[in-house]
């Protein structure tokens, strides 16, 4: 079946660092691919998205590539913000699923 | 604004009692779905909604109940609940049964004692 499987946190770095989380997706074809951001307390919110290989999302620094041929979508940020810390969730959609598939959730702080 | 309500916010019950978590939303979308949340799982899918009167299981719907009769509201209903229903709710919509504008509520934490 269709899953997604991301690195076990939590990741701690410091202000300035370099960050990737990643994520690898199983699917019977080529799903869209997001990274969803959930800050303390609050709902999941759309950090970006990718809907086709080579494609690359982008938003407030991160970014993540769709990679058919290792089915992973890593997330990355070239600089952390103490105020990034969150916990950050990949998933997949299937057309054929009617729902979202998350990954288990990166849980990330970052030190000032 | 356009959003996604659920109440309530935090509730503990005890274990048998019926109850029911409502979910709301503004922006006329047709797809509701409900998700539980728990560590080291992620989010898991338990009911959907495709339109009124339109529900199907997810990947967890042992225990809860659903109805659609209205397309803005979307109920979670625990008619018996258990200590495992602990957890974390979110429920989400969009237009249509995509990922594209899915909206999240802001979550509602359950404690089965």
């Known amino acids: 079946g269709n899953s997604v499987t991301q690195m076990e946190g939590p990741v701690t770095l410091s202000e300035e660092a370099f960050l990737t989380i990643n994520c690898t997706y199983t699917?019977?074809?080529?799903?869209?691919l997001f990274w969803y951001v959930q800050y303390p307390g609050e709902g999941l919110q759309l950090l970006l998205k990718?809907?086709?290989?080579?494609d690359k999302g982008s938003n407030k620094g991160f970014e993540a590539t769709y990679r058919k041929e290792t089915t992973s979508f890593h997330l990355e940020k070239g600089s952390v913000q103490v105020s990034d810390s969150a916990v950050y969730f990949c998933?997949?959609?299937?057309?054929?699923?009617?729902?979202?598939?998350f990954g288990s959730g990166t849980r990330l702080l970052v030190r000032p | 604004e356009a959003q996604v309500t659920q109440n309530p916010r935090y509730l503990i019950t005890v274990t048998g009692k019926k109850l029911t978590v409502t979910c709301s939303q503004n922006?006329?979308?047709?797809?509701m779905s409900w998700y539980r949340q728990d560590p080291g799982l992620g989010l898991r899918q338990i009911y959907y909604?495709?339109?009124?009167?339109?529900?199907d299981k997810g990947d967890v719907p042992e225990g809860y109940k659903v109805s659609r009769k209205e397309k803005r509201n979307f109920p979670l209903i625990l008619e018996s609940p258990s200590p495992n229903q602990t957890s974390l709710y979110f429920c989400?919509?969009?237009?249509?049964?995509?990922?594209?504008?899915?909206?999240f509520g802001s979550g509602t934490r359950l404690t089965v004692v």
């Open positions: 989400a919509s969009s237009l249509y049964a995509s990922p594209y504008g899915y909206t």
């Open positions: 699917a019977t074809g080529y799903p869209s």
């Open positions: 990718a809907t086709k290989a080579d």
């Open positions: 998933a997949s959609w299937m057309d054929s699923s009617y729902k979202l598939i």
């Open positions: 922006m006329n979308h047709e797809y």
């Open positions: 909604s495709m339109n009124v009167e339109v529900t």
